[in-house]
């Protein structure tokens, strides 16, 4: 049976507030975290910006659920120190940590003054900063002279239990090609065909037998009204062209370009429901996939009463 895990959006809410979140879903009845990893947010609008690495231990201290969250080694993070973020936090949690490694958004890498390589090097550092947090978490010393640098490194405290190490794969591409060294699949949800065909590319190239998470983004409300203008007024800005999403370093480039769009636009990219009922229906076409976790994302801001409305439908 596939995990149902609530996703902790860092870019829309202080991380205080995402702390009183998971506890709430795990009481509803929610199976696991998962959790977004930004420098900037997406928009003004949205405005928060916490980060993962401190939060993640309080809240699985504060839980008794699974985490996973997204993470973009390579530039903003150095992958000797993700990996002993990770060692860390699964030697206090056995078992509950597990990370999906993505080759990340200009608007959180670039912070660092370098500049923001094409998809290509993108994907060269990503492969190498897997390579680079697995022999570290395997225990061994690391030295590496390319892409990624690294110099004499090595993990003195590792867990007993290792982290699932995945690939956050948008395309059917990416999928494919992450197939041949990743330990899972994170890919997001969109028609069951486009999805079936992400997950199909890993598993047919090195990914049998791996985990596969999906991640779901709508807007829940109770009412039509509310659903739909909490999709505008949070998520606008992420229905830019995916190279956009990819390239643009600065919040106010996402808030220009979204200026003129609509709300039909919105809602005609970002499923709504007003009742858990069909919120339900779409999650069962999901889960006849073969998936580990399903992953749901409420894009708007009524996050309890989603948490309370999903709890009271079990």
Known sequence: MAL???????????????????????????DGIHASDHFHPWSERQG???????????????????FS?????????HPAIVAQAAATLSEMFPGRFNMELGSGEAINETITGEGWPDKEQRNKRLWESYQVIKQLLNGEEVNMDSTIQVSHARLYTL???QPVLLAAAVSEETA?????????????AGSLDDVK???????????KGKPVYLQFGFSYGRDETAAAKGAHDQWRSNIQPADKLEDWEEVKQFDEAAQ?????????NIPVFTGMPALQQQLQEYLTLDIDRLILHNINRQQEIFIQDYGAAR
């Open 4 to 30: 149902i895990c609530y996703h902790a959006s860092h870019e829309q809410f202080a991380p205080s507030h995402l702390l009183q979140l998971v506890q709430q879903a795990e009481k509803a009845g929610f």
């Open 48 to 66: 928060e910006s916490g980060f993962t690495f401190s939060w993640i231990g309080a809240a699985m201290q504060a839980t008794t659920l699974p």
């Open 69 to 77: 969250m997204v993470c973009a080694p390579g530039q903003r993070l």
């Open 159 to 161: 867990p007993e239990q």
């Open 176 to 188: 494919k090609w992450a197939g041949s060294w990743a330990d899972g699949l994170l890919t997001t």
């Open 197 to 207: 065909h992400k997950i199909e590319a890993f598993r047919n190239n090195g990914g």
């Open 260 to 268: 003129t769009t609509s709300e039909k636009e919105v809602t005609e």
